[in-house]
């Protein structure tokens, strides 16, 4: 994750992605110049309208110049339209090409990217990210360089008018942005500080509406509504402290140029009085120094911009950076026929290099259509076995192997294709209900996506609901129960039809009379495919071949079911506290 | 909650609900003049500063209208001194001085408006979001079942914030920005009627141009809003589905979905690009044409000796200020547009009518034993009953666990004690005191609550525990904890009861939030417990400590248990079997056993159930 990129570097990479669409960049270039050079020319014709036209009483020169401006008009209209369009195509067409970039690699990546990475700060790469790396083009660039330009060719046509009045015009330049810039530097922490008051603040509402009922039943609504104003009082003094400081940079602006416009016409009236200058070159001087300052002001929150927008596009770097660590090998083993036999040799696995083991020495032998039952307490290891065997994970030691031939010689697709998930939380997609059924064959029909759900016990319920199998599941539609969800996930594995099954935890987030319904569905599920079941209830793996229990990473204990009540192991202890249980109806 | 509640496309009722809540889709309304009124009246108890800011606002639009006619007295002034009038260089430097009082004036006023509105504005926003907590704090959990955590907390939070934009930039800046066009419009007439009326002659053409441009503008920036929400939602889901899509191999599948929502974005903004860019050169057109008349009409009427020249320096002055408001008139536009629809969210929820409430002659419940007594209860959450009938007596004292399918209403018939939602029919007393008849604090003050889903603050453990009673001294807070056995756990933290425990408790096992959980309980030292018992499963260890702690916990309390745990079960003094809605078994563990009904077939299937934990 240490991939520390410099500024020079960030800056090069964003501005070569322009050249990828070398005409618009060509276009927004030739606008940007063509703009200025008529925005420049207009204060010059208006000096000459007045010099000469005006002063002469010449009514040719006067209808010349007038002319000639709205000529000026015209081709600074037509680039502006110009320039504003491609510099913004410009960003839209780079920021297409890496957020369609950036979702490709997210999907190359393996389980143990998504074990360190959170959601949220996924998706902001593809949002807030994208969105810094547009306004990067336009308006930023953008307007760097026709600031720079602009100041540049008003500096040299000042000074070459009238170099006194040009340097007392010029002085300012520095100022504005002196100004802009320290004001900008010190104010972003302040709106920073604000930005987490307010963080803190909603972190309150969020917390009294999530435990709601706990508020009402304890009587603590006044409590409730103090805190939260004490929050918000906070808040205000935060926003105000940057407010104050932001509005004083705001008024401070245009004071410089005002005083500086002053000097100009103090010092420009005294030429003309004294006859080394005309009134149409002060008017010039006046135009230009209006001209200039818009732009200049704008500096401050570009380089907020900028300084974002390189940001954005080190965190956007930092993922594609990131190299997939499971993909299929060239000449990969694609069998036409897979018969599921699945065997761990001495499998040592951490989820880090070099972190602590959480699978050592695992060896287990699954024949085809065989049921292997995995046991032991939260974290001893029993779901990472079955991720690698669907290579989410590689092995740091031995080999998991199907039908013989190490998971890591598979296509990855081929390997996937035959195993089917049934997890303790169901993940269902904002979509037809259907859709989800056949997420795993997208071109599965629907009676044979009937006939899934009517074998995972799920048609029933799905033909009650308002759109039967068309009806729109998530946010927008309908919510499952737990129950129900369970059924979809099982529908969708049969309609998989794997070699290989994992049920996880497939029962434990369900009441007790929905679990007999899911277990024969389930029973549907496993005839004849090599299963393996995680489960920390008993029921689901009575019947198993062959039950592993597992403590602290390693296989302490294997056997049938009779055989591990014969062990008077661990097994057996648990199974006595569960008979105990039962008889005296209490653990303790 | 029940399934019905989650469920709203279940029954016409709520799907009403859900077709109100979609409009919120609708952006092209105006705001509407309730909507500002109400707002206005926030802005009431501020009007001194508001005042002051309005004033600053017309100081600053004067002062700086000022500016270029004082350079138009100065050009004149130094063009007559050098054809030789006398008294140039005086009237120079007397303009020059006034130009500099005026340049500070305005400083002082942009600063004293800048300053107010953002003053005015942060406080009005902070008052409507207290008011909207405030408001939450009251309101019925049906508003909560309906709209939803999510939806409520971006009410307050983003909601809000737009129409503090609405305030700032919206409100205020347009009324400077009218105040500059009307400012220019005096100011040019005033200089010369004739050359300010030729000038106006352009204004029409760039009314025509906002017009038509906001014709075409709304539809497209609506389009880009909707394309960008579809890509974010596809986006969002995938990311968070990522295992999911790579177990079923999806992700060629879904790229192509990804690339197509992201091409819609791309194809949407380009469009809107095209739209965006035109109004900015169209008004430098505009500006440029009316510049341009000034220049040909008033330099002949310079000429004529009818207009000085430096009149028509400063017309120049204003023909470039003129255009520059109605260049940020499409941002004002998009900013009240969006606020219009946030006010009118805003102030719906402020409006959603609090159901439960305290009746007019409500008593104050005095202490009570807890004798609990449902008759003929009937209760639903919307148009259908989830509660049929049901009568029902917890002796005060006594644990009754309930049990039975999900959706069978076992949490609703425990919500309705606590009065979270009001019965339809029927009634339910507490030690003869219909819970309706007495205040909703002198009623829930004797409650205590445990959810199922272990609920901390982001506060210390000590905070945390004294939530059921604010005064306990650090004392009564460590006996609490040691009662439930959580004592020893918290000692060995590094800052033992000061320990801050994040958001959800994170850091904590969920044995030990229960534990804490429970540790408050037993400090507020309620009647009635009422109790939605955690599903999840925990080591035989802490399995033990939670039993232990529930028995402590109950002890002479009369308790209402959602209960999973077996232990929990055989040990309460009536189990209620929940089917429908309807109670179909009640009786203690031994009897219902016997009789070998419903409660000893779900008993059986439970058996199994308890952890499979190995070493224990």
Same mark, same amino acid.
């Given at each position: 994750m240490d991939s520390q990129h410099s500024i020079p570097y960030l800056l090069r990479r964003l501005c070569s992605e322009m050249f990828l669409n070398p005409w618009l960049t060509f276009w927004a270039i030739v606008s940007i110049l063509l703009g200025i050079a008529a925005s420049l020319a207009q204060p010059l014709l208006i000096r000459s309208l007045i010099n000469t036209g005006i002063a002469n009483g010449d009514k040719q020169v006067i209808t010349e110049m007038a002319v000639a401006i709205a000529i000026t008009a015209l081709v600074s209209a037509i680039m502006a339209y110009v320039r504003s369009v491609t510099t913004q195509q410009v960003g839209e067409a780079v920021t297409y090409r890496l957020r369609n970039q950036v979702f490709r690699h997210l999907e190359a990546m393996a389980y143990s990217f998504y074990d360190t990475e959170q959601t949220g700060q996924l998706l902001s790469r593809l949002t807030e990210d994208i969105r810094n790396i547009r306004r990067f083009y336009s308006p930023a660039l953008r307007t760097l360089i026709q600031t720079f330009i602009l100041v540049l060719g008003s500096a040299v046509i000042m000074l070459r008018l009238n170099w006194q009045l040009g340097l007392a015009a010029l002085t300012i330049v520095p100022l504005l942005l002196g100004i802009t810039l320290v004001f900008g530097a010190k104010v972003r922490p302040l709106y920073l500080l604000s930005q987490r008051q307010f963080g803190d603040a909603m972190n309150v509402l969020q917390e009294n509406l999530a435990g709601m009922r706990l508020v009402r039943a304890f009587g603590r609504e006044a409590y409730e509504s103090r805190k939260f104003l004490d929050e918000g009082e906070e808040l205000y003094e935060r926003q105000l402290d940057a407010a104050r400081l932001a509005v004083t940079a705001n008024a401070t602006l245009p004071l410089v140029t005002g005083l500086g416009t002053a000097a100009v016409i103090g010092i420009g009236g005294w030429q003309v009085l004294h006859h080394s200058l005309q009134v149409g070159t002060l008017l010039a001087f006046y135009l230009y120094m209006t001209q200039i300052t818009d732009p200049i002001r704008q500096i401050g929150p570009i380089v907020t911009n900028v300084a974002l927008a390189l940001a954005s596009t080190e965190r956007i770097f930092e993922v594609l950076e990131r190299k997939p660590r499971i993909y299929s090998p060239p000449n990969a083993y694609r069998p036409a026929d897979v018969r599921g036999h699945v065997t761990f040799d001495d499998v040592t696995f951490a989820y880090r290099r070099g972190g602590r083991p959480v699978l050592r020495g695992i060896t287990i032998d699954a024949p085809p259509g065989s049921v292997t039952g995995l046991v032991g307490t939260t974290g001893s290891g029993k779901s990472s076995i079955v991720q690698l065997l669907a290579r989410f994970y590689d092995v740091r030691g031995g080999r998991v192997l199907v039908d013989g031939v190490d998971v890591r010689e598979w296509d990855l697709e081929v390997l996937r294709r035959n195993i089917g998930f049934v997890l303790q939380e169901t993940f269902l997609f904002s979509d037809r209900i259907r859709d989800n059924i056949a997420y795993g064959r997208p071109d599965a029909t629907l009676d044979e996506i009937v006939a899934a759900a009517k074998a995972a016990q799920a048609h029933e319920f799905i033909s009650r609901l308002p759109d039967g199998y068309d009806t729109l599941l998530g946010e927008r539609g309908v919510n499952l129960s737990g129950g129900q969800k369970q059924r979809v996930a099982i529908a969708r594995a049969l309609l998989l039809n794997p070699r290989i099954l994992v049920l996880d935890e497939a029962t434990s987030s369900v009441d007790m009379e929905t679990e007999a319904e899911i277990q024969q569905a389930l029973s549907t599920l496993m005839a004849g495919r090599t299963t393996f079941i995680i489960a920390q209830r008993f029921s689901s793996v009575r019947n198993a071949n062959q039950i592993c229990v597992l403590s602290d990473g390693q296989i302490t204990e294997r056997g049938t079911h009779t055989e591990l009540l014969l062990l008077d192991g661990a097994y057996r202890q648990t199974y006595d506290v569960q008979t105990r249980d039962a008889a005296t109806g209490g653990v303790a | 909650m029940s399934t019905a509640t989650?469920?709203?496309?279940?029954?016409? +009722?709520?799907?009403?609900?859900?077709?109100?809540?979609?409009?919120?889709?609708?952006?092209?309304?105006?705001?509407?003049?309730?909507?500002?009124? *109400?707002?206005?009246?926030?802005i009431k108890p501020y009007w001194g500063q508001a005042a002051l800011a309005l004033f600053a606002i017309v100081v600053q639009t004067v002062g700086e209208l000022a500016l270029p006619r004082l350079l138009g007295v100065a050009i004149d002034a130094v063009r007559d001194g050098a054809l030789g009038a006398p008294g140039g260089g005086r009237k120079l430097a007397i303009t020059v001085i006034i130009f500099i009082a005026c340049v500070l004036i305005v400083f002082v006023a942009r600063w004293t408006q800048g300053y107010l509105t953002t003053r005015v504005g942060t406080r009005v926003i902070l008052d409507l979001r207290c008011a909207l907590f405030d408001h939450l704090q009251v309101l019925g959990m049906k508003t909560f079942d309906r709209m939803g955590v999510g939806r409520l907390i971006s009410r307050v939070q983003s909601d809000v914030s737009v129409l503090q934009d609405l305030i700032t930039s919206g409100i205020i800046g347009l009324f400077a920005d009218l105040l500059v066009l009307g400012g220019i419009i005096i100011a040019m007439f005033t200089l010369n009627r004739e050359l300010a009326l030729v000038c106006y002659l352009v204004a029409p053409l760039m009314i025509a141009v906002v017009i038509v441009w906001r014709r075409y503008a709304i539809p497209v920036y609506r389009a880009v809003r909707a394309a960008n929400s579809r890509y974010i939602g596809y986006s969002a889901e995938n990311i968070s589905g990522m295992r999911v899509i790579q177990a079923f191999r999806r992700e060629a599948e879904n790229y192509v979905r990804y690339e197509r929502l992201s091409w819609t974005v791309y194809r949407e903004s380009t469009r809107s690009i095209l739209l965006n860019s035109v109004l900015a050169p169209s008004v430098e057109i505009i500006s440029g044409l009316a510049t341009v008349i000034v220049l040909l009409v008033g330099g002949n009427l310079v000429l004529s000796q009818s207009l000085t020249?430096?009149?028509?320096?400063?017309?120049?002055?204003?023909?470039?200020r003129f255009f520059q408001p109605i260049r940020t008139l499409s941002d004002r536009y998009n900013t009240i547009q969006s606020a219009s629809v946030a006010a009118e969210r805003v102030f719906e929820l402020l409006d959603e009518p609090i159901d439960i409430t305290d009746a007019p002659d409500a008593a104050i419940l005095p202490p009570i034993a807890g004798n609990i007594a449902f008759d003929h209860v009937v209760f639903g959450y919307t148009d259908r009953p989830v509660i049929h009938d049901l009568t029902l007596t917890i002796p005060a004292g006594a644990t009754a666990a309930f049990v039975g399918a999900t959706g069978a209403g076992k949490s609703s018939i425990i919500n309705l004690v606590p009065r979270f939602y009001d019965i339809w029919d029927g009634s339910l007393?507490?030690?003869?005191?219909?819970?309706?008849?007495?205040?909703?604090?002198?009623? *829930?003050? =004797?409650?205590?609550?445990?959810? =199922?889903?272990?609920?901390?603050?982001?506060?210390?453990?000590?905070?945390?525990?004294?939530?059921?009673?604010?005064?306990?001294?650090?004392?009564?807070?460590? +006996?609490?904890?040691? +009662?439930?056995?959580?004592?020893?756990?918290?000692?060995?933290?590094?800052?033992?009861?000061?320990?801050?425990?994040?958001? *959800?408790?994170s850091g904590l096992s969920v044995g030990q939030r229960q534990l804490i959980a429970f540790a408050r309980v037993f400090l507020a030292d309620p009647r009635i417990v009422v109790l939605d018992e955690a599903t999840s499963s925990v080591d035989t260890q802490t399995e033990r400590a939670i039993q232990d702690a529930l028995r402590t916990v109950l002890h002479g309390r009369t308790s209402l248990v959602i209960a999973h745990r077996l232990s929990t079960i055989v040990e309460a003094d009536l189990i209620v079997v929940i089917d429908a809605g309807r109670i179909i078994e009640q009786g203690r563990h031994a009897d219902l056993i016997a009789r070998r009904g419903a409660y000893y077939r779900l008993y059986q299937a439970a058996q199994f159930h308890d952890n499979m934990v190995n070493g224990a």
């Open positions: - | 989650r469920n709203p496309a279940q029954n016409p +009722a709520s799907r009403a609900h859900l077709s109100l809540d979609d409009r919120e889709n609708d952006l092209g309304r105006k705001l509407n003049r309730e909507s500002a009124l *109400r707002l206005l009246a926030y020249i430096g009149a028509l320096t400063a017309f120049i002055g204003y023909v470039t007393t507490i030690d003869g005191y219909d819970i309706r008849n007495v205040t909703l604090k002198s009623l *829930r003050r =004797q409650f205590g609550i445990v959810l =199922q889903d272990t609920f901390l603050f982001s506060a210390t453990i000590a905070d945390n525990i004294r939530y059921g009673r604010l005064d306990a001294t650090d004392e009564e807070v460590e +006996a609490a904890a040691r +009662a439930v056995g959580v004592h020893d756990f918290i000692d060995r933290l590094p800052e033992r009861y000061q320990t801050r425990v994040g958001e *959800r408790g």
